[in-house]
């Protein structure tokens, strides 16, 4: 969760409008993001793996 009050907004926008459970960040500049519904999956592993996702694709990015 951001600190930044309207980022935690937005975050939240975009986690209501596509129903997701997660967003990966793509990119920081611009910032980009992939909204990710995970469903029943367990979410402390979920987390990680989709923590370890981000960073590749930002990286290659």
Known sequence: ???DPALADAAADLLGH???SHLI???QRPPR???V???GLS???LDE???LAARLLEGAA
């Open 1 to 3: 969760v951001p600190d």
């Open 43 to 45: 979410e402390a592993a």
């Open 25 to 27: 960040r793509l990119s």
């Open 37 to 39: 519904s995970a469903g």
């Open 33 to 35: 993001f992939l909204a």
């Open 18 to 20: 596509y129903a997701a």
């Open 49 to 51: 793996e989709l923590e």
